[in-house]
């Protein structure tokens, strides 16, 4: 299969998509441009505070990115491009997309509140408290995992780490001054937003130079220290000084990423088609090595196609953000189409550097002892300039470059996410007696307890419970899906396009866990020992909790539906 061929397949698609599907769902759900936004009518400076449309779409692209794209692809690769390729755009359209967009709507029609809100006012008081929990506790899975991912990504040298990992650790500590100057110089003196950018650009750029030239040799045990405390003050600083520049700045990083692999993929063509013609098999099966298409694809594929995390982000800090409804369908739906890009991408990254999707084949290929799928997606992005014709200081740069774009939004999507558990912790206290007489209403206290419990997980070995994130990240799409159908049901609005979502990822997601409570009961009984055996029974007692809150989720959304009352 032409790599060229199947990227531009997939850009007109999506541009089609967002053209006519994009358009009906804004016209469907009442998109209202005269109506005031949350961010408007409660600016309070902090987390209510109008961005400008470029700048919040560098917000929201830059939080829902991180790793995802990359990853899921990768690892699904397996199963072959044809029904990783149908997933992306099927999925993305028509669930994910939809999902992000929706969650953006219902929130700004709710004051910019957090999706646990919404869902008791259209669901139920009951759900709301479970749903609440749940993400939190998802959020904490979250901050654990991607402070430990940031913290290696930082680590020098002579610790364990290479040099590109130092240039990315000192790009990015230059990066948090020029975000901060940018905010005050874009919103206290007013400067012009396209001079502004393309001056910020031009320093992005610089801290990228010293980055290469000057890399930081640090342990990760200082970066871990270093990224929790960042996040502790990152979560509440008011949004225009930090989230808000540094969201839209570190957006050029990855619209550069994306270009650049676009650009070497055309190149790469041009000069040697057989570099981007790849040979991972259109469709391998449904059953691969004992792990069945259905639900694997469908929860390995995740950022790419549908990802309940970003729901969170669109109803937590991009609705507060929002200053024209308008803009909601090219945030909320267009980002996510741009990420499904980014996530074909790399498909065919994969493709082109493995012959039957896994990645044991990509590693002995490239000699690499050490290798993960952002690896892989950088190695094959600087292959296509490689074969270009292009110097091996041109590839290195390029290599670290796309290193340093993906730690940018691992540490976008941390900061996100801790301000989301905040929200969340004080949502959850809010009125209640025991909130008030200790203060968890309180940002800060709020902000710490989210914080010091991620720390603890990130350092207790989060890798531990990581592998049920799928599923779990997933079912928050559920509920995600049943507060939008049970708002459009009471405005009285057409909901019957999110029916097939809902029922979908219900399924996927409770398959999965069953499949994998099945798996590591079958493990238990089969004479594990030590660390191997604490671990499928940590797992196996977590799942069955998370099964019990996917069925009263589902219940009580149908009820609803149904036009039945919850408690």
């Known amino acids: 299969m032409s790599a060229l061929l199947l990227i531009l397949l997939a850009i007109v698609i999506f541009v089609v998509a967002y053209l006519t599907y994009g358009r009906y769902l804004a016209k469907t759900w009442g998109i209202d441009p005269s109506r005031k936004t949350p961010a408007i009518e409660l600016e309070d400076g902090v987390d209510y505070c109008p961005a400008k449309t470029p700048v919040l779409m560098g917000h929201h692209f830059s939080s829902i990115a991180g790793a995802g794209p990359i990853n899921g692809p990768i690892q699904a690769a397996f199963f072959g491009w044809v029904p990783c390729f149908l997933w992306i755009v099927i999925g993305g359209i028509f669930f994910g997309a939809v999902q992000d967009f929706g969650a953006l709507f219902v929130s700004i029609r709710h004051k910019g509140l957090s999706l646990g809100e919404v869902i008791e006012e259209n669901i139920g008081r009951r759900t709301r408290i479970l749903f609440t929990v749940f993400a939190w506790l998802v959020l904490l899975l979250v901050i654990a995992a991607f402070g430990d991912i940031v913290a290696n990504s930082f680590v020098g040298a002579s610790h364990g780490g290479s040099a590109s990992n130092g240039s990315v650790a000192t790009a990015s500590l230059l990066f948090i001054p020029l975000a901060i100057c940018f905010g005050f110089i874009v919103y206290r003196k007013n400067a012009p937003m396209a001079i502004a950018s393309v001056v910020g650009v031009a320093l992005l750029a610089a801290c990228v130079a010293i980055g290469l030239a000057c890399p930081l040799d640090l342990p990760k045990n200082f970066w871990i220290g270093f990224v929790f405390l960042y996040i502790i003050i990152a ?24 270009g650049a692999a676009v650009i070497g993929i055309i190149g790469a063509t041009i000069v040697n088609p057989a570099s981007t013609t790849f040979s991972t098999p259109a469709f391998v099966g449904f059953n691969v090595g004992g792990s069945t298409m259905f639900p694997v694809l469908f929860i390995t594929i995740a950022c790419g196609a549908i990802s309940g995390f970003h729901s969170l982000i669109a109803s937590g800090t991009t609705s507060k953000q929002l200053e024209n409804e308008k803009d909601a369908l090219l945030v909320g739906y267009g980002s996510m189409l741009i990420e499904c890009v980014l996530a074909v991408i790399s498909l065919i990254a994969i493709g082109t550097l493995s012959a039957d999707g ?9 000699g690499l002892e050490n290798i993960s799928p952002t690896i892989i997606f950088a190695k094959a992005i600087s292959n296509f300039f490689a074969t270009m014709g292009f110097g091996e200081t041109a590839v290195a740069a390029t290599n670290t470059i796309i290193m ?8 976008t999507s941390l900061d996100t996410g801790t301000r989301l558990g905040r929200f969340m912790f004080q949502e959850l206290f809010a009125g209640s007696k025991v909130g008030k007489q200790l203060k968890l209403e309180n940002m800060y206290i709020a902000t ?16 531990k419970v990581w592998p049920l994130f799928g599923a779990a990240n997933q079912l928050v799409a559920v509920p995600a899906f049943l507060a939008l ?22 399924i996927a997601t409770i398959t999965s866990l069953i499949i994998s409570f099945k798996n590591n009961i079958t493990s238990i009984m089969g004479g594990l020992e030590g660390t191997a055996m604490f671990t499928a029974v940590l797992q196996s007692v977590i799942i069955v909790p998370l099964v019990v809150l996917a069925v009263i989720l589902i219940i009580d959304g149908g009820k609803v539906l149904l036009g039945k009352e919850t408690k």
């Open 235 to 258: 979560s509440v600083t008011p949004v225009w000084i930090l989230l808000q520049p540094r969201d839209y700045l570190s957006s050029f990083l990855l619209y550069f990423m994306m």
């Open 404 to 411: 340093l774009a993906v730690s940018c939004f691992c540490l």
């Open 448 to 463: 710490v307890i989210t914080a010091f419990f991620g720390f603890v997980l990130c350092l207790a070995g989060y890798s």
């Open 485 to 506: 159908a049970a708002y459009l049901k009471r405005q009285g609005r057409n909901n019957k396009m999110l029916y097939i979502p809902i029922v979908f990822m219900s």
């Open 358 to 366: 896994s990645q044991a084949a990509v590693k002995e290929a490239l």
